[in-house]
């Protein structure tokens, strides 16, 4: 290597070295509790989802750290869509990967322009309900015990108007009766999976759908910002083929699903079935769920190890030179056992050559979880930001 080569390197590590020292100062002046909300946008609000990653936390990383304009922000575990709508946002392309039917639709419409002539189709929605008389009520399984029969009739001929719209106008529409489906359920609330009587009826459906709708719109038509390109891909993070996106991802921000705490299938499983997909197959797939360590051939902590392990050789190829990894995460009882998954992502990561900038700790407030399960009860997270090499 010759001595300018050299020289050059060596400005590069420097340059690399002061950047990390730079972004760890800023890192370690954030409030990461966020006890008084900086981010309020009325998108967050538009669908429940459990455990929700709140804005503040992709907002933080977002402004604090450097990256390249024209860098790809990368959510492998997106969920509700939180950081590919706050890299949108920012002015930032971005990338969603998630297993779970339902978290797709959500970020797709969150980083998504109103559809044109929206309010045509929801009033055809609406109109085709009325006019509808027999319809098949899709095979469900328990669907008695959840739903009233005038509730089954009335959502089985909201879904079947909605799947006769414009093909451009479904994900919006989908995603307003997705919303209502817990609401007009026998489900207690989206945090409470168990059966109560509730005072609701076959004409709710229609009402509460226009109300989402107009919400849905409402929230969607204040943004302000160019709508930049945001892919949402559904499916499993350690089968998908991101080779497309390889160097050109600027940074991962994300809050991987802890072992044996949250089950999203779950509490999006009716939903689901309604729209046609499939809960039980994402079940099978998805990190972390509660049922898979009480089965026979149980997971372990050693489990969620070994999938860190695959997920962090995947992010290696998708970072650019100096590219970011920012993980929040809690820890999990298994069987008893506490384990520490914040130490688990920084191993993994720091096996594929990250190289560990920052590692602070967070309180989970209470109101800033969907819900905390018993066997969670996560009252602390570990924010970890580690960086790929920059040459």
């Not at 319809?135 to 959840?146: E, K, M, R, S």
């Not at 096996?351 to 602390?380: D, P």
Request: charged residues 25%; positive net charge.
């Amino acid at each position: 290597m010759s001595e300018a080569s050299r020289e050059s390197l060596s400005r590069i590590d420097e340059e690399f070295s002061t950047q990390n020292s730079e972004a760890a100062l800023r890192l370690s002046k954030i409030d990461w509790d966020f006890k008084v909300r900086i981010v309020t946008n009325e998108i967050e609000n538009v669908h429940p989802y459990p455990a929700k990653f709140i804005s503040d936390l992709p907002a933080a990383f977002l402004d604090s750290l450097p990256l390249k304009r024209d860098s790809i922000i990368l959510d492998p575990f997106c969920g509700s869509g939180t950081t590919v709508a706050e890299a949108q946002r920012r002015g930032y392309s971005s990338l969603g990967v998630d297993l779970n039917p339902i978290a797709c639709l959500m970020a797709r419409v969150k980083t998504s322009a109103v559809p044109e002539n929206i309010s045509d189709s929801i009033s055809n929605v609406c109109k085709m309900m009325d006019k509808t008389a027999d319809i098949a009520i899709p095979p469900i399984p328990n669907l008695g015990h959840w739903f009233k029969r005038p509730i089954q009739v009335a959502l089985a001929r909201l879904t079947a108007a909605v799947d006769a719209m414009p093909e451009g106008h479904q994900d919006f529409l989908r995603l307003a009766a997705s919303s209502i489906i817990v609401r007009v359920s026998n489900q207690e609330s989206d945090t409470r999976y168990a059966a109560i009587e509730k005072p609701v009826n076959a004409s709710d459906v229609q009402s509460h759908f226009r109300r989402s709708c107009e919400r849905l719109a409402s929230a969607l038509a204040v943004r302000t910002y160019e709508l930049l390109p945001a892919t949402i891909i559904q499916s499993d993070l350690l089968e998908v083929d991101l080779d497309a996106f390889s160097g050109r991802i600027g940074a991962i921000i994300t809050s991987p699903p802890y072992p044996n705490a949250y089950e999203y299938w779950l509490y999006h499983k009716y939903r689901m079935w309604w729209l046609g997909h499939d809960p039980i197959a994402v079940k099978e797939k998805e990190i972390g769920a509660r049922a898979h360590f009480f089965k026979k051939n149980r997971h372990t902590s050693q489990t969620f190890v070994d999938q860190m392990s695959r997920a962090f050789e995947k992010f290696q190829s998708l970072l650019m030179p100096g590219g970011w990894v920012c993980f929040v995460v809690g820890r999990s009882i298994i069987h008893g056992e506490t384990i520490d998954n914040g130490a688990i992502v920084q191993e993994a990561g720091e096996r594929t050559g990250l190289k560990l900038v920052y590692r602070g700790e967070r309180n989970v407030l209470s109101s800033r979880k969907s819900f905390n399960l018993s066997h969670a009860n996560i009252k602390k997270e570990k924010v970890i930001v580690m960086r790929k090499v920059s040459s």
